[in-house]
Nanobody, 119 residues
């Protein structure tokens, strides 16, 4: 069993910053891609950013404002969010492709953390 646990969400004023963290734990042999997705109120879940090795990918709406990074030793992924806008308000979810010790590869989601940006 593998768990992803996010932290770092909260309420911030427009123009402010937040840093989200996500740590994976459990029966982990290897982690491939890790990433962040978000679900704004009344909308579908959407990509924020992903990281695989040293390769990163960002949604156009966050390019230049958000930075994704990983700590491979800690099985963790982070996203530094600067210049936040009210439209960044959403529940943010961590995601990871994990291979466990039995060799089984599955995709996992965290429980989500709320980010609210006030105008």
């Amino acid at each position: 069993q593998v768990q992803l646990r996010e932290s770092g969400g909260g309420l911030v004023q427009a123009g402010g910053s937040l840093r989200l963290s996500c740590a994976a734990s459990g029966s982990i042999s290897r982690i491939g891609a890790m990433g962040w997705y978000r679900q704004p109120p009344g909308n579908q879940r959407e990509l924020v950013a992903t990281i695989t090795g040293s390769s990163t990918k960002y949604a156009e709406s966050v390019k230049g404002r958000f930075t994704i990074s990983r700590d491979y030793a800690r099985n963790a992924v982070y996203v530094q969010m600067n210049s936040l806008k009210p439209e960044d308000t959403a529940v943010y979810y961590c995601n990871a492709d994990v291979t466990d010790w039995s060799g089984r590869g599955l995709n996992y989601w965290g429980q989500g953390t709320q980010v609210t940006v006030s105008s």
